[in-house]
């Protein structure tokens, strides 16, 4: 034990510098607290002290949005919240965290802890944490060098839960609604809307068969991928029945109504995308779980809302340009986002910028998510012009051809300074840009360089 | 016209390789493909197939792969010694092979025992890494084979049948265990990419293999003038592996 309060000791310590240097870096959080912590004491996550109440978020999608949500409104309720919102979610973010919640005598200062929980960690983290909640969002595609497949990223996260735990479950995810079935869980969903589909419609759908039976699945609706209520037709395998159920979403009035033991229960609805609806949903249903009465959480969600940072819009005249970042390597964002531009009404054009510059600097980047992203969706006549960005862009118009692209709509461009040049820039079309992660700070250059160049009469 | 059976394409669909047969389905525009599903009865039982094709799957399906082939294995062989053309691609390979020893659970799964190889899983120890290597074909000069490596599992025992030859791959200890397996016209090999679009000339070797004579490459001058920019930065010993 003293070398676990050494560490403690000199982790704090560490935290104090770093905060001092950041006023003047002006940088984001550090995990370094925790490293050093655990480097002194390897069994630190295991002896610092925990709050009374302790949740872990963790899914594909959805983790810091989920996070910060959930932060917020147990605050709003009086609970005093650890959260790792600002570092990372990997073990030794996860110890600074903790680190910071305890005294120097390692006793708890926060009600509740909420943390994020990166999937692939959860091996390293939840047999020393031990949460008393489970909120997994999703499990989808993710980067194939780290993640490899769902199914691995599922076993991972069952290994690693301990029995106690309670798990709050997206019903419409097959894949982890099946997460530790001996525990005790919670689902959620968001029953079938109007303009759902009802048969899968994206090239990846890790759910195509039974788990049982191995007989072709059915789907009484699909939002994407594999994200969707199914049964199978032989052996009588469905969909978990949810016990938190989004009724109805009402995106003009900005509502959603809920049914919850029995009630009926209407909250502001904060996003209009399906990814944030879930988020929220989760959230909302753990809450109403945990015993957080209806008009406090209500009232809460009010004063709350989703800031799709990966979003931004900007107009000139008559010249729309919707800026979206998509996750570069992750097939299944790139299908949200490309399904986003061809049901956005009107003719439009794209530029796409995906390539990871990141990698490129020393390596060359793994492309086969070419060929798990929609870019069927793309060849919707209401586009009019592809620009396609980076120095290989090549195997992006290969793709395309591939997925029914008439060669004369695309643009092969080796770098962005091209880009205005290359559209048609009509009077009242829509020009999206669709960024990877890394082009974020050259975001607005380009849309300036896109929107104030002349106009063209449509 | 050539028939390309796909094996269990609900489940053998990661990394975006069905793509291989999406391919060779446009080089040859009078290529059938038949998609075999896991309660389907293969259509190589009843007809004659020119390619049977199988792609990446998830861990815990192969098992339940192995166990749909078993009763078949003989016809399986029959068509190995026959010259059929396979192409089982990232750890598809595996299931034909002697057992898949996943180490973590300290579990060995028999394989269909058609090919001499073992293979290892250590699903905690994920490798990646650019690949290069050369392809040695009986009736032409070598071609350049480039693609992507991310696997949990490794064969052994493969020696006598290597696919490519490796000359640059992450780990200084693997350049010496060549990559993949094949016999007659077995061609098992990890690399993604899908393996068949990088390389072309090695997808139009396997067309001329179905019966092919001279075999198109859909969107040919693409295609191969992204493999020869591709092979050039591959090329490139500053390139991290």
């Known amino acids: ?458 | 016209m050539a028939l390309i059976e796909m094996l269990y394409p609900e489940v053998c669909c990661l990394f975006g390789d069905t793509f291989n047969v999406n391919y060779l389905a446009e080089c040859e525009p009078d290529i059938e493909v038949v998609r075999t599903g896991l309660n389907d009865r293969p259509a190589f039982l009843t007809r004659p197939v020119s390619m049977i094709y199988m792609g990446p799957m998830p861990e815990n399906v192969q098992e339940i792969v192995i166990e749909k082939l078993r009763p078949y294995r003989d016809k399986l062989q029959e068509m190995i010694e026959n010259d059929v053309v396979f192409l089982a691609v990232g750890n598809a390979m595996e299931i034909f092979g002697q057992y898949i020893e996943y180490e973590e659970k300290k579990m060995r799964l028999p394989g269909l025992g058609l090919l001499p190889f073992y293979a290892v899983c250590r699903m905690m120890k994920r490798y990646n890494s650019l690949y290069r290597g050369s392809f040695a074909p009986d009736d032409a000069e070598e071609i350049d084979i480039i693609g992507f490596k991310s696997q949990f599992s490794k064969i052994y025992g493969s020696e006598t049948g290597c696919l490519f030859k490796t000359i640059r791959e992450a780990f200084p200890e693997d350049t010496a265990h060549d990559e993949g397996y094949r016999t007659h016209n077995f061609f098992g090999t990890f690399l993604l990419g899908p393996v068949l679009i990088r390389n072309p000339y090695f997808a139009r070797y396997l067309l001329r293999k179905m019966g092919y004579v001279q075999p198109h490459l859909a969107y040919e001058k693409l295609v191969t003038d992204i493999y020869r920019q591709r092979l050039t930065e591959f090329r490139n010993p500053e390139i991290r592996y």
């Open chain 1, 1 to 458: 034990m003293i070398r676990f309060y050494l560490a403690l000791f000199l982790g704090k310590l560490s935290r104090i510098t770093i905060k001092l240097l950041h006023r003047f870096l002006k940088t984001q959080g550090s995990d370094f607290p925790g490293k050093l912590a655990m480097q002194i004491c390897p069994d630190f996550l295991q002896y610092v002290g925990k709050p009374e109440t302790v949740i872990a978020i963790t899914g594909t999608n959805g983790k810091t949005t989920s996070t910060n949500l959930l932060s917020d409104i147990l605050e709003d309720c009086g609970y005093s919240v650890l959260s790792n919102r600002y570092g990372s979610n990997t073990k030794t973010g996860i110890a600074t965290c903790l680190l910071c919640g305890v005294s120097l005598r390692n006793r708890p200062r926060k009600d509740a802890a909420v943390l994020e929980v990166d999937e692939r960690s959860s091996l390293l983290i939840y047999p020393y944490v031990q949460p008393d909640w489970l909120i997994c969002t999703n499990l989808t595609r993710d980067t194939i060098t780290r993640n490899a497949h769902p199914y691995f990223i599922f076993d991972v996260i069952n290994q690693a839960v301990p029995d106690k735990t309670v798990l709050v479950l997206n019903a419409d995810d097959n894949i982890s609604s099946r997460l530790k079935p001996e525990n005790r869980h919670f689902f959620y969903a968001i029953g079938m809307q109007e303009d759902d589909r009802r048969e899968p419609f994206n090239l990846v759908n890790d759910m195509r068969v039974c788990p049982h039976c191995l007989s072709p699945l059915q789907y009484r609706y699909v939002r994407y991928n594999h994200i969707g209520n199914a049964f199978c037709p032989v052996c009588g395998f469905h969909s978990p029945e949810p016990d938190f159920l989004i009724e109805k979403i009402d995106r003009r009035h900005g509502l959603m109504t809920a049914v919850f033991d029995g009630q009926e229960e209407a909250y502001p609805l904060l996003s209009n995308t399906i990814f944030n609806i879930y988020d929220e949903t989760a959230i909302v249903a753990f809450l109403r779980r945990f015993g957080i009465p209806y008009k406090k959480v209500r009232d809460s969600l009010v004063s709350k809302h989703i800031v799709d940072s990966r979003l931004s819009v900007q107009k000139n005249g008559d010249i729309s340009l919707i800026s979206i970042m998509a996750k570069g390597g992750l097939p299944t964002s790139m299908s949200v986002v490309f399904d986003t531009i061809r049901s956005y009404p009107g003719s439009k054009e794209a530029v796409l910028m995906l390539e990871d510059c990141h990698v490129m600097a020393h390596s060359i980047e793994n492309l086969c998510y070419l060929y798990d992203a929609d870019f069927e969706f793309l060849t919707d006549p209401s586009i009019t012009r592809l620009v396609i960005v980076g120095p290989h862009a090549d195997d992006y118009r290969l793709r395309l051809l591939m997925a029914g692209m008439p060669e004369e709509k695309m643009h092969c461009l080796p770098d962005y300074a091209q880009i205005p040049a290359a559209l048609e820039r009509k009077k009242n079309q829509t020009i999206f840009f669709v960024y990877d992660l890394y082009y974020a700070n050259l975001v607005k250059q380009i849309g300036d360089a896109i929107l104030h160049q002349d106009t063209q009469e449509a």
